[in-house]
């Protein structure tokens, strides 16, 4: 059992950033894509960024963060972050990681196999 717990979550004012973490559980880590997930209220949960395995050399990310956030990884910490910068009111939601354990690459939220608990995010002046 794959285990994920999100923390750096909190309350920013518009302009400000952050950097969650989400740390995996599992020594297989290097081998999983990860990505990030987040949901606002009354959302349905949307796709944020995805990182590949091993070196991470390909990422991906929504339009609505490209530019201002960035996805990365560490192996030998078994984690993987997201720095935010520059945010807005609209990215306040509950941030998730995910893992995807089997072969391929994740192309929808349904491709992934594990979930993180969440971390609350908000941007409000």
């Known amino acids: 059992q794959v285990q994920l717990v999100e923390t750096g979550g909190g309350v920013v004012q518009p302009g400000e950033s952050l950097r969650l973490a989400c740390a995996c559980s599992d020594h297989h880590f290097g081998s999983y894509y990860m990505g990030w997930f987040r949901q606002a209220p009354g959302k349905e949960r949307e796709f944020v960024a995805r990182?590949?395995?091993?070196?991470?050399?390909?990422?991906n990310y929504a339009d609505s963060v490209k530019g201002r956030f960035t996805i990365s990884r560490d192996n030998d910490k078994k984690s993987v972050y997201l720095q935010m910068n520059i945010l807005r009111p609209e990215d306040t939601a509950v941030y998730y990681c995910?893992?995807?354990?089997?072969?391929?690459?994740?192309?929808?939220?349904?491709?992934?196999?594990?979930w993180g608990q969440g971390t609350q995010v908000t941007v409000s002046s």
């Open positions: 995910a893992a995807r354990t089997r072969h391929g690459v994740p192309l929808s939220i349904s491709d992934y196999d594990y």
């Open positions: 990182i590949s395995w091993w070196t991470g050399g390909d990422t």
